[in-house]
């Protein structure tokens, strides 16, 4: 058997076992040029063609990280349409948008990547998008999750599929490794991109693959296979143990408006490992700030609970959450501060700074030549925008968010609702309140500092002026 029909069979019984598709689904196929992606295209191609009817749209982003992007672009473009494949492409100033999003380079790449080909799959009426992530990149995931102490349900790694807005990231190559994907291309002669920044050991996942785990193999030939071992196994038993906490939360809990009850003798009947399970489960109900439901935490609640003493306490869990014991009832509950904040300033030319008491931060406006400009980062704790002077509607108007408020995002087409950016980006409510706004003469929200700046006025090669904003702390000896 040839290495294109051994890689089917395995990507065909994959699909079988974990249902990632069925006759006559669209799938769109992320393709960033590279061996994996090109050998994920070619398999599902021939699958397609002798296997099962599949319609395949190839989509690739450029990133604009890397001089030869363009190129890379270009050569999938002529890929897909060899193939007889419609193609899709997104280009994004990753490093500009960078700045302004919060997310770092990697985060805003990811996420800008992902909204494209969820939106892609959403135009084309697709069921899902398949990834190429394989069994090195899951041995990979496995030993970084593991380095920073996770717990089961990271130590599963990636999934062979989950749910994005209603489509389904499908990976079907996670028990290929990637020198069959790369054999697969060299002995057909299958043209690919090779990234230089995978070299570059500054990334934590680079650092893994080129340092970590050549080092491991050394006492553990076999380092990558036990990692995958472990992933599947860990896999199946959180699937289990997710499956049984939400039986247990449908006997004991009590759910309310915005809380949840129980009694201490039925939580304290669960065995420890459900005990921790259940608490994430509540707190995950009642946030979606994930990042502070940390072991520490979910562990001091639970010893907290099983205490016979003190039978009344209150416990600030952080993200507005609040836990309480009423003698034997616990309450969990989610009543984040009230801070109905209403503002409006002007912000004009030629230079201003603004001082946002009501929130305790300073809006800084600055007039630069092009030539004076330089693309800036986070630093200091500043929080940068940047526009073309003469193609931004002035005065400007710093204010407070209010109902409906909608921002045409770049990179996006059409506008997004504050609300639900706030929603997808996980920023509690909390804390929603004292993000402001900034908004041209038109009314167009043109910025929102460490969130999103709109498609308005972009810096191009035809800028004459720039307007440089910045967001920062009020100093203590500016406070009222």
């Given at each position: ?256 408006h915005g809380e949840y009850t129980f009694e201490r003798a039925a939580f304290a009947a669960l065995p420890s490992a459900l005990q ?171 910025w929102i500092p460490g969130v999103r700046r709109s498609s308005h006025a972009a810096v191009g090669r035809h800028t004459a002026f ?15």
């Open positions: 058997m040839d290495l294109m029909n051994e890689l089917t069979e395995s990507v065909m019984e994959a699909a079988a076992e974990h249902e990632l598709w069925s006759p006559h689904d669209i799938i769109i196929v992320a393709v960033s040029g590279g061996p994996d992606s090109v050998a994920l295209l070619r398999i599902l191609h021939h699958i397609a063609l002798t296997r099962m009817p599949l319609t395949l749209v190839c989509a690739h982003v450029n990133h604009g990280f890397r001089s030869e992007s363009a190129a890379e672009a270009e050569m999938v473009r002529g890929l897909a349409a060899g193939l007889g494949i419609p193609f899709e492409l997104a280009s994004f100033d990753i490093p500009a948008l960078a700045a302004t999003s919060g997310l770092g380079p990697e985060g805003t790449a990811r996420e800008k990547r992902y909204e494209f080909l969820v939106a892609t799959a959403h135009r084309y009426g697709a069921r899902s998008v398949a990834l190429a992530h394989h069994a090195d990149d899951q041995a990979e995931t496995v030993l970084m999750r593991l380095m920073r102490g996770s717990g089961l349900t990271g130590l599963a790694g990636m999934r062979w599929k989950r749910s994005e807005k209603k489509v389904e990231l499908i990976r079907p190559f996670l028990r290929i490794n990637k020198t069959a994907l790369l054999d697969l291309c060299l002995t057909n002669g299958f043209p690919y991109a090779e990234d230089s920044s995978n070299l570059e050991t500054k990334y934590k996942r680079n650092s893994v693959r080129l340092e970590i785990l050549p080092m491991l193999e050394q006492y553990n030939p076999q380092i990558k296979q036990s990692l995958l071992q472990l992933s599947e196994i860990v896999e199946a038993e959180d699937e289990y143990m997710e499956a049984t906490a939400a039986e247990c939360f449908g006997k004991i809990v009590n759910p309310g921790r399970r259940l608490i994430k489960l509540i707190l995950n109900y009642l946030s979606a700030d994930g990042s502070i439901l940390d072991f520490a935490k979910i562990e001091k609640i639970r010893r907290a609970v099983l205490q016979d003493y003190p039978t009344g306490w209150n416990l600030h869990l952080g993200g507005g959450l609040i836990g309480k014991r009423q003698y034997d009832t616990i309450v969990f509950s989610s009543k984040p501060p009230e801070r109905k904040l209403s503002y409006t300033y002007r912000l004009s030319l030629p230079n201003s700074r603004l001082i946002l008491a009501e929130i305790g931060k300073v809006m800084t406006m600055t007039v630069l030549e092009r030539d004076q400009f330089h693309m800036q980062g986070d630093e200091a704790g500043q929080q940068l925008a940047w526009f073309d002077r003469d193609e931004l509607a002035m005065p400007l108007t710093v204010r407070s968010r209010l109902p409906g408020d909608t921002i045409r995002v770049m990179g996006l087409n059409g506008s997004k609702k504050v609300k639900d950016i706030y929603i997808d980006d996980k920023i509690p409510t909390s804390e929603r309140s004292v993000i402001p706004l900034v908004c041209d003469s038109l009314g167009n929200i043109v720039v307007i440089l904003l910045s967001l920062s702390e009020l100093a203590k000896d500016e406070e009222a």
